[in-house]
């Protein structure tokens, strides 16, 4: 399955970065953001949203910071490095599934760093091409550990003529 078209060199690339941990300090979880997500979920504007939309907040967020300017997204409105140290070159990404495992409430006030290991990474042939299989482990954390684990599978296509 090797080659020299983009997807291939994508998938050579991630083999390379198996395994490899990038860490980033998300810094303090404020309760004003917490207040504009519950808005954004459940339309709650009384301080925050209840229960396991509260904490869904952290997986929810792909980028954090103010991100790249708009000039410099993929044409999928995604960033070139969406898992925070591995560059997909300007695959079109979809989100293929997200497994989660909660350890402890999510607080305003927690100061968090993100863990994301890219776990796996397959090449497969289907009937409209081939598609690029990643599979990325972020785990949330704060001085207490873990917060939340989030497995997740992305699908990368080549883009469109």
Known sequence: MGGSDLIADVWSSAQGALGS?????LGNVRDL?????????????DG???????????????????????ADLLADGNASDPFSGFD????????????LQFHRDLQAGMNVVLDVTLTGAD?????SGRLLVLL????????????????ETFLGREALG
């Open 21 to 25: 941990t990038t860490r980033v300090d």
């Open 33 to 45: 953001d917490l207040q504009r997500y519950a808005v954004a979920v459940d339309g709650s504007i």
């Open 136 to 151: 990325v482990q972020r785990t949330y954390s704060d001085e207490h550990g873990p917060l939340i684990e989030c497995r």
């Open 88 to 99: 997909v070159a300007g695959l079109r990404l979809m989100a293929g599934g997200q497994e």
């Open 123 to 127: 090449l497969k042939d289907t009937k």
């Open 48 to 70: 925050g949203a209840a229960g396991l939309s509260l904490q869904l907040y952290l997986s929810s967020v792909l980028a954090w910071g103010s991100g790249p300017a708009e």
